[in-house]
């Protein structure tokens, strides 16, 4: 991706998407192009790797990794208020307070020097990237903030397409353990959920590039996602059935009642035609639907404005 570090100008992002019309304007926007871009690219460097594959992590990856485990580390200095409600711990705003505080000191050790008077604008997508502390929940939209605010890194330089696997598989892979870890310590309420009619209540990038990950995979099919057995056996080494496991870890019934969505897609013949179809999905259930991405904001990263033709 080309560095907009030469000409940046320091943005406070804004709301920009009110309505239905607002969408319109927003698919066709520099925002949506460099969002979906950056998933088309991150997808293509997953295709057919496991978690486990070496891939090269360079010290800004690193830095990113060591910053997760400080913000994981902060979960022991707040632990759940001894409150009744099924969700909503409200020891949670605790630790997005001190994210928020802390969120300049954090990239300041994240981020080379010359990206310091984007940090302002990068925290926006920083601190809205686990959850809300006023509503308590989390869900696609926020994992669409800390996925930008990976992206606003990668726009200005910060990553190398030597980079992507290890942003996927390293970077993402761990914070995604860090958003379950944080939706069961504090019983965080599923944000926007459609209940059994949506894809997963919290997340959807990991589908994609998880089924990314298995395009021709020898023995396991789109089907495998039904057996328990081997979705315990392939978590660790693949971020779809990661995302199946978790499920069967806090969701109690048949597969097929709690999961409709996910299991009919595991009757699609191959993986390719998942991973095109969770693309188009993504854009269609998370970008173009007002309740998730009114809350998106823009700015000079993700300018709202038309992309050139």
Same mark, same amino acid.
């Given at each position: 991706?080309?560095?907009?570090?030469?000409?940046?100008?320091?943005?406070?992002?804004?709301?920009?998407?009110?309505?239905?019309?607002?969408?319109?304007?927003?698919?066709?926007?520099?925002?949506?192009?460099?969002?979906?871009?950056?998933?088309?690219?991150?997808?293509?460097?997953?295709?057919?790797?496991?978690?486990?594959?070496?891939?090269?992590?360079?010290?800004?990856?690193?830095?990113?990794?060591?910053?997760?485990?400080?913000?994981?580390?902060?979960?022991?200095?707040?632990?759940?208020?001894?409150?009744?409600?099924?969700?909503?711990?409200?020891?949670?705003?605790?630790?997005?307070?001190?994210?928020?505080?802390?969120?300049?000191?954090?990239?300041?050790?994240?981020?080379?020097?010359?990206?310091?008077?984007?940090?302002?604008?990068?925290?926006?997508?920083?601190?809205?990237?686990? =959850?809300?502390? +006023?509503?308590? /929940? %989390?869900?696609?939209?926020?994992?669409?903030? $800390?996925?930008?605010? @990976?992206?606003?890194?990668?726009?200005? =330089?910060?990553? +190398?397409?030597? /980079? %992507?696997?290890?942003?996927?598989?390293?970077? $993402?892979?761990?914070? @995604?353990?860090?958003?379950?870890?944080?939706?069961?310590?504090?019983?965080?309420?599923?944000?926007?959920?459609?209940?059994?009619?949506?894809?997963?209540?919290?997340?959807?990038?990991?589908?994609?590039?998880?089924?990314?990950?298995?395009?021709?995979?020898?023995?396991?099919?789109?089907?495998?996602?039904?057996?328990?057995?081997?979705?315990?056996?392939?978590?660790?080494?693949?971020?779809?059935?990661?995302?199946?496991?978790?499920?069967?870890?806090?969701?109690?019934?048949?597969?097929?009642?709690?999961?409709?969505?996910?299991?009919?897609?595991?009757?699609?013949?191959?993986?390719?035609?998942?991973?095109?179809?969770?693309?188009?999905?993504?854009?269609?259930?998370?970008?173009?639907?007002?309740?998730?991405?009114?809350?998106?904001?823009?700015?000079?990263?993700?300018?709202?404005?038309?992309?050139?033709?």
């Amino acid at each position: 991706m080309e560095s907009l570090l030469s000409t940046y100008i320091p943005t406070i992002p804004q709301k920009c998407i009110f309505k239905q019309s607002d969408i319109d304007i927003f698919t066709r926007s520099k925002a949506f192009e460099r969002l979906m871009t950056f998933v088309g690219l991150l997808n293509a460097s997953v295709t057919k790797k496991k978690i486990s594959d070496p891939c090269p992590i360079s010290e800004q990856t690193q830095r990113i990794l060591d910053m997760l485990e400080e913000m994981d580390n902060w979960l022991a200095e707040f632990p759940p208020l001894d409150n009744r409600q099924r969700f909503g711990n409200k020891a949670f705003r605790q630790w997005a307070d001190k994210v928020e505080q802390e969120a300049d000191n954090l990239m300041r050790k994240a981020l080379p020097e010359s990206m310091y008077p984007a940090i302002p604008e990068l925290t926006i997508y920083l601190a809205g990237g686990f =959850g809300n502390s +006023t509503r308590i /929940d %989390y869900g696609s939209g926020h994992e669409l903030n $800390f996925f930008a605010w @990976l992206c606003g890194i990668a726009l200005l =330089g910060g990553f +190398t397409s030597d /980079d %992507y696997q290890a942003i996927v598989l390293r970077i $993402f892979v761990r914070y @995604l353990e860090l958003a379950r870890k944080i939706q069961r310590t504090y019983t965080l309420e599923p944000a926007g959920s459609h209940g059994v009619w949506g894809l997963d209540d919290h997340q959807f990038l990991p589908y994609v590039w998880g089924s990314a990950q298995l395009i021709d995979h020898p023995r396991l099919k789109p089907k495998s996602v039904t057996s328990r057995d081997t979705v315990d056996a392939m978590a660790d080494e693949n971020m779809y059935f990661r995302c199946i496991q978790y499920i069967h870890e806090v969701k109690r019934g048949p597969f097929h009642e709690h999961s409709p969505m996910l299991h009919d897609i595991s009757g699609v013949i191959s993986w390719s035609k998942v991973n095109t179809g969770m693309t188009k999905m993504y854009m269609a259930e998370v970008l173009k639907k007002v309740p998730v991405a009114q809350h998106f904001l823009f700015g000079y990263l993700f300018p709202f404005e038309e992309a050139s033709p």
